[in-house]
């Protein structure tokens, strides 16, 4: 069990950087929403239901769907900014 | 170049300082003696069986009214930035299928009544009126993907339902202050534990935070859904 545990926490850290490297916002927020369901199983695994039950409904499910319902009233994709160099 | 620099410097410097500062915490190891208090006498003393209820709404019942005061100032912030006036023209959208159409109507009452089966048994089960009203709204983010379509529907009637919830968790408070000298004071009757009508004003104040909380995350969406 103990194994399990540490795939999962390795699998949240590769989805949270992923969520930061997207260009794409739609898959960044997807990558995010994954990080959130990853949570919400490891909450569940150190016994607090309570909190993985919120995790789940309102990190992985509503949190995506506002920020997907923003990205369809604004842009898609991240523009690189070159002035920064 | 040198800006990506000193913000890595700072980065690291942070990272290094919660690093240390946290590793002196001991997590897991019983440190406090209130966790021990509530375990032993919190059946006893609410009538609730789920300790996490107890705690939330009981002991620290306070805490949570500012909890939902805060989502209420979120979820008011939100439509007075995104409210408008004039509802524009706008294009008209695509019918959902068939398919979809019936298979939202057919989830919607069985999502809600999920939600709310959270939220009534939140003394008994894992749970409360925070998830329960979460699962409701995500009832209504379907109806409106699925349904309704983009054209939402009255902002007014969940606000009437946020301030009305609202009212009755700070009314069924302040009658603790009537009663016996303190708000939030759990003085209805406590009730064998595991039945359902059992732990006193807990029920109450956890349905209507369901109410609370599910009218607020379903206007959210519904304005930002409405908005432009």
Redesign the interface.
């Known amino acids: 069990m103990i194994i399990l545990e540490i795939i999962l926490v390795f699998v949240m850290l590769v989805g949270a950087v992923f969520a930061g490297i997207f260009k794409d916002l739609l898959n960044a927020v997807i990558a995010a929403g994954f990080v959130s369901f990853i949570a919400a199983i490891l909450f569940y695994f150190l016994h607090a ?2 909190v993985a ?2 995790e789940a ?2 990190g992985a ?2 949190t995506v ?2 920020f997907v ?2 990205i369809k ?1 604004t842009k898609r994709f991240e523009e690189d900014d070159k002035k ?2 | ?1 040198i ?1 990506k620099i000193i913000s890595f410097i700072l980065i690291v410097i942070i990272a290094a300082g919660i690093f240390f500062s946290l590793r002196e915490i001991p997590f897991g190891a019983a440190k406090s003696k209130v966790r021990e208090y509530y375990l032993d006498n919190g059946i006893e003393q609410t009538g609730a069986t ?1 300790v ?1 209820t107890s705690v939330v709404v009981n002991y620290r019942g306070f805490d949570t009214l500012g909890e939902v005061t805060v989502l209420f100032l979120a979820s008011i912030g939100l439509s007075a930035i995104l409210y408008r006036r004039k509802e524009e023209k706008r294009k008209k959208r695509r019918k959902s299928s068939l398919i979809l159409y019936t298979g939202c109507r057919f989830l919607f009452p069985l999502i809600l009544l999920f939600g709310s089966y ?1 939220f009534i048994h939140g003394h008994l089960t ?3 009126g ?2 329960g009203g ?2 409701v ?2 009832g209504f ?1 379907l109806i409106m993907l699925g349904c309704w379509g983009w054209e939402g529907i009255n902002r007014n009637r969940f606000k009437v339902t946020e301030s009305l919830s609202g009212l009755v968790f700070v009314i069924v408070g302040l009658l603790g202050l009537f009663y016996g000298g303190y708000f939030l004071l759990n003085y209805l009757p406590k009730g064998i534990p595991n039945q359902l009508f059992s732990a006193g004003i807990i029920p109450i104040i956890y349905i209507a935070i369901g109410f609370k909380v599910g009218s607020e ?1 379903a206007g ?2 519904n304005d ?2 409405r ?2």
């Open positions: 239901p309570d039950m919120a409904s309102i499910a509503l769907a506002i319902i923003a009233k920064d160099n | 170049m800006r789920n996490v959270i894992p749970g409360g925070f998830q979460a699962i709204a995500s983010l995350i959210i969406i930002m859904v908005s432009g």
